[in-house]
């Protein structure tokens, strides 16, 4: 269909130029677009390159306000690199479609057929139809799972098929991804973004949803428990926060209503699986596993494994429970068995293979070698076995001594490679700099195991090229994705996960399984924004007074609370042998390098990212709210050239700190109003309590103990980090003493900012979890010497304990602060041992 004169007009659509001689997924010929696509190109054309961008930089600042990330490797920008979403989907008629779910459910089916009788009879190895290598060379062939036994012979509960068109608008399939196949989550995130930002073009087009796709994976899962109990426990085992796509598995967890958990919170006791619970074990019917198979025991599979639980493949092997995808079905991930599937899908289902794979060559078989060998040039090999860890290399561009040695390991061990056909990948338009361009695609689509039938999800996870000329297509070399609108040519299923109003529900107040290390991860998340805003209010006193008239007296006080930091990196001297002016460039160089050097481990950043990082860690039990100020935090203090710093100005320093209070005193207010007064909860008070008096109780030690006539300035510096300044003001009005800010900082319990008011919540944190918890005895005999050394501080006479003695300090005050200064990480180990890490040998009493 040509392009219309109001379609044409549009620049970002009336210049996009797909490449010749390449399949483009919305042009047919320049200057018509193809059936489906053309009411969609007539729509955004209507739409505007303004009001598109608009949107386009709304959906963007989403994504990273719900901290939608993936893992780069080694991203000299950080590991963490924000979801890359195009604006555009890829669009799939409703006939097309019909005849991708048709292939893609037989594909399904027959390599599930594979897996029963490899890991069953091995007919096919016996009859001939499938050489031994193949199988038995395969690092993913466990063989401890040889004969185990799963439930109604399904090994696959969850295949993603990568696809690609060829230049006549063939499909392929380039891969299967059978071990623990991702995207499915980033194709959900992609469609709610697209549907939020575009709802009246979702509308419009009769898109189909994916929500019943969920439903009838999840509900699959539930199925497969092997417990009478009515309400199974289904846990998603992941490999941590540092796995490129861990914030799918936090995402799918909370989306699915399961339990995100780690190889540690897991343990085995006579054959059954337990989840590790602050209540005690709990016991795990199915877990869906994103750990490869190979890491999810290290007693019967890989020895050196942090990542499984040790005897998992006793208590499948028990049917105690079910583990989805099976143990072993990485097995047919290999390139190498795709040559065989044609042959096996006539044995095993007696039908032609519909949805071919890309030409594809086992250098096992002799004839194959020779073929590979004699046409490298127009061939992409592959590692036979992705676990050999070796990367696909073009045959064309490889030269000289690359070339020959290539070759001598291929004829060395020729098993461990097979080649493909390198197939001229479609292009699709991606929305650049307000204009469209083409970049190359493919198609990650997902099928569930139904019972004893498959669904499809209708869309995908389309996957682009970083530039038109590159080869390859992935996310780790800078790729980007796309939603996948599958047309509906018939009304769409508009079910939503989310449950019927007209069906009634079991009143519940319990909270969900908490495991031992979300409990740790929370408590550590409360004392690393704690630990954050009070560093950051002691650079902001120090830096705001050093950009005014800072000299004499007030200079040496803003060296000594410098000083009180402690910092092990520090480039300072205590004393000034040349005078403060001399003194004070090499002074605010320090100060910000406290705040924004990378490699500092005490700096304001390096603060701010373990903040993150704990968040992240438990990002599947905090809400949407929660998870958008925590977003934030690691750009706060983070600038492009890392080694930059030193040129920042001291007025946009302290507007990052301002921001930073901001971001950090937002985050506590959404604590206090959003989160339900469950374990973890209070867990999370402890660290931030703990983590608070320590700082006061160091704050007091090092102001008020040595207070002297020349330092007396720093009493207005501690009343303003302890954000006191103005109650201190409405009792006393510009007299400061010692006296009077010791009482309203430290004995005053209406003061949210002083330590009688961090004891008294600590013991209310710490009294409900004694009540609540039953997994192991509180740590009452710590808590009871913070409360004792609280109390002896608290019933001292204030301005007794502010006179000075012999020396010039006050000996007594310094006795009981480090008593209290002892006692409090006392009590913070006690708690780390018995609940987080269960390593606590003293009786708890």
């Not at 709610?192 to 019943?212: H, W, Y």
Request: glycine share 8%.
């Amino acid at each position: 269909m040509s392009l219309s004169v109001d379609t044409l007009a549009a620049p970002f659509v009336g210049t996009y130029s797909p490449a010749p001689g390449i399949y483009d997924e919305m042009m047919s010929a320049p200057g018509a677009f193809r059936p489906h696509w053309d009411a969609y190109a007539a729509s955004i054309s209507a739409l505007g390159a303004e009001e598109l961008a608009r949107r386009w930089n709304t959906a963007r600042q989403r994504i990273r306000e719900n901290g939608v990330t993936y893992n780069v490797y080694g991203d000299p920008l950080g590991m963490d690199r924000p979801w890359n979403l195009d604006a555009i989907p890829i669009l799939i008629s409703a006939t097309e479609w019909r005849e991708l779910e048709a292939g893609l459910i037989q594909r399904a089916r027959l390599l599930n057929a594979i897996l029963a009788d490899l890991y069953g009879p091995q007919k096919l190895l016996r009859g001939g139809h499938l050489p031994p290598a193949v199988v038995f060379a395969n690092p993913g062939f466990l063989r401890p799972c040889h004969g185990v036994p799963v439930p109604d012979n399904a090994w696959l509960h969850l295949l993603a098929v990568d696809l690609a068109r060829s230049a006549d608008g063939q499909w392929w399939v380039l891969s299967d991804r059978t071990q623990a196949p991702s995207g499915a989550g980033y194709a959900l995130e992609n469609r709610i973004v697209q549907a939020e930002t575009f709802p009246d073009l979702f509308r419009e087009f009769q898109v189909q949803r994916l929500a019943s796709f969920f439903r009838a994976f999840r509900n699959n899962m539930l199925r497969l428990s092997t417990s009478l109990r009515g309400n199974p426990r289904v846990v998603l085992l992941t490999p941590g926060p540092l796995n490129e796509t861990y914030f799918e598995h936090s995402y799918l967890a909370r989306y699915l209503g399961f339990t995100l958990a780690q190889g540690g919170d897991l343990t085995v006791r006579d054959s059954r699986v337990f989840l590790k619970t602050l209540e005690g074990l709990k016991q795990v019917d199915v877990i869906l596993r994103r750990v490869d198979g190979n890491f999810c025991d290290p007693i019967e599979l890989r020895s050196d494994s942090f990542l499984g639980v040790a005897g998992l493949v006793e208590a499948v092997r028990a049917g105690n429970v079910v583990v989805a995808n099976a143990l072993g079905t990485g097995l047919i991930e290999s390139p190498a068995l795709m040559p065989f599937l044609p042959g096996l899908s006539r044995q095993f289902l007696g039908e032609k293979l519909k949805l071919p794979s890309v030409a594809t060559w086992w250098c096992g078989q002799p004839k194959a070698l020779d073929y590979v060998r004699g046409h490298l040039d127009s061939l992409v090999i592959k590692p036979s076995f992705p676990s050999l860890g070796m990367e696909p290399v073009f045959g064309g561009q490889l030269a000289g001594d690359e070339r020959r040695k290539l070759l001598e390991r291929m004829q060395t061990r020729p098993y461990n490679f097979t080649g493909q056909e390198v197939l001229h990948l479609s292009t699709a338009p991606v929305w650049q700099e307000n204009a469209l361009a083409p970049r190359r695609v493919v198609l990650r689509v997902f099928v569930a195991a139904v019972g004893d039938s498959w669904a499809v999800m209708p869309g995908g996870l389309a996957r682009v090229s970083p530039s038109h000329d590159s080869p390859v297509v992935s996310m780790q070399r800078g790729g980007g994705s796309k939603d996948t609108w599958v047309l509906s040519d018939i009304p769409v299923d508009k079910f939503s996960l989310q449950r019927s109003r007209d069906l009634p529900l079991v009143l519940n107040r319990g909270t969900s399984d908490l495991p031992s290390r979300a409990a740790d991860n929370l408590f550590w998340f409360g004392r690393y924004a704690e630990r954050s805003e009070h560093l950051a209010r002691v650079l902001r006193c120090i830096l705001a007074r050093m950009t005014g008239e800072s000299g004499g007296t007030e200079w040496k006080s803003l060296i000594k609370l410098h000083a009180y930091l402690e910092s092990p990196h520090s480039r300072m001297e205590e004393d000034d042998p040349q005078g403060h002016l001399d003194l004070s460039r090499d002074f605010e160089q320090e100060i910000l390098s406290l705040i924004f050097e990378e490699q500092r481990t005490d700096s304001l950043y390096s603060n701010l990212s373990r903040t993150s990082r704990a968040a992240a860690s438990v990002r599947d039990r905090l809400s949407s709210d929660l998870l958008r100020a925590v977003s934030h935090l690691g750009g706060l203090a983070r600038i492009e050239e890392s080694s930059a710093w030193g040129y920042v100005s001291p007025g946009d320093a302290l507007a990052v700190l301002n921001r930073c209070m901001g971001t950090l005193s937002s985050l506590r207010g959404i604590e206090l109003e959003n989160i339900t007064r469950g374990p973890g909860w209070h867990f999370l008070g402890v660290g931030r309590r703990v983590e608070r008096s320590i700082q006061l109780v160091n704050l007091f030690r090092a102001i008020i103990v040595p207070l002297t006539p020349e330092t007396a300035p720093m009493l207005e510096m501690l009343l303003e980090v302890c954000d006191s300044s103005m109650t201190y003001r409405s009792r006393y009005f510009t007299v400061v003493q010692a006296a009077p800010v010791l009482d309203l900082l430290m004995n005053d319990e209406a003061n949210p900012r002083s330590l009688a008011f961090q004891i008294k919540d600590l013991s209310e944190h710490c009294a409900f979890l004694a009540r609540t918890l039953e997994g192991a005895e509180w740590p009452a005999a710590k808590q009871r010497r913070v409360e004792e050394a609280a109390a002896s501080l608290f019933e001292a006479d204030v301005q007794a304990l502010c006179q000075p003695g012999a020396g010039g300090t006050r000996g007594y005050l310094d006795h009981l602060l480090a008593t209290m200064d002892a006692v409090l990480p006392a009590l913070s180990d006690a708690i780390t041992n018995t609940w987080f890490s269960h390593a606590e040998m003293e009786q708890a009493t």
